[in-house]
């Protein structure tokens, strides 16, 4: 199955930057198709964060951001707060699979 | 304003099948694709599948060929998602989202519905 990949976990202090990356195939975001990111607390439903490779919906803060390049993606969170640890997605359509894709997930640690 | 609400809490037994309803209000029925997303204890977001509003085709993912329908009803706006012979690892937490396009971004989301399975 050729589900993007994510780290598995990321950590970082209040304040600074952290970075998750999604790795895709020439199928899924190689092939062009838009990533989108979501935040996923506990108990709720996603939380779509980015959409577009790299375009906010209204109400989520300036300090998410996304980019993409060749068959990857990267959802970057600046001035990190305790309310930004959760699990965080990308998603992608997969042409071979003739469906979306969610990478594997990231959970992001706020020491 | 945009609204998808699922059914309730399931408790089924292996080998049953389960048939969880979203009913959207807010907007334009055949505006959203429906997709199905799940998630199990412990994992990640798993595609289910996706139905188109006004055509009502649908696709699934692979791994539940055979074993899941995906309807919609026009006249009440409310999709229905059936899994059948059910699975210990088919216990999770069961979302449907809209999707404008069929490779779109999922959003509006479904509160989620827990489905069990267990003997």
């Known amino acids: 199955q050729s589900v993007p990949t994510q780290p598995p976990s990321v950590s970082g202090a209040p304040g600074q930057t952290v970075t998750i990356s999604c790795t895709g195939t020439?199928?899924?975001?190689?092939?062009?198709?838009?990533v989108h990111w979501y935040q996923h607390l506990p108990g709720t439903a996603p939380r779509l964060l980015i959409y577009?490779?790299?375009n906010r919906p209204s109400g989520v803060p300036d300090r998410f951001s996304g980019s993409k390049s060749g068959t990857s993606a990267s959802l970057a969170i600046s001035g990190l707060r305790a309310e930004d640890e959760a699990d965080y997605y990308c998603?992608?359509?997969?042409?071979?699979?003739?469906?979306?894709?969610f990478g594997g997930g990231t959970k992001l640690t706020v020491l | 304003q945009v609204q998808l609400v699922q059914s309730g809490a399931e408790v089924k037994r292996p080998g049953d099948s389960v048939k969880l309803s979203c009913k959207a209000s807010?907007?334009?029925?055949?505006?959203?694709?429906m997709h199905w997303v799940r998630q199990a204890p412990g994992q990640g977001l798993e595609w289910l599948g996706v139905i188109s509003p006004i055509a009502g085709t649908t696709n699934f993912a692979q791994m539940l060929q055979g074993r899941l329908t995906v309807t919609r009803d026009t006249s009440t706006a409310t999709v229905y998602m059936e899994l059948s012979s059910l699975r210990s690892e088919d216990t999770a937490v069961y979302y449907c989202a809209g999707g404008l396009g069929y490779t779109d971004r999922l959003d509006p989301w479904g509160q989620g519905t827990l489905v069990t399975v267990s003997s």
């Open positions: 020439t199928s899924n975001i190689g092939a062009g198709y838009d």
């Open positions: 577009g490779d790299n």
């Open positions: 807010g907007y334009t029925f055949t505006t959203y694709y």
């Open positions: 998603l992608s359509y997969d042409s071979s699979l003739r469906g979306m894709s």
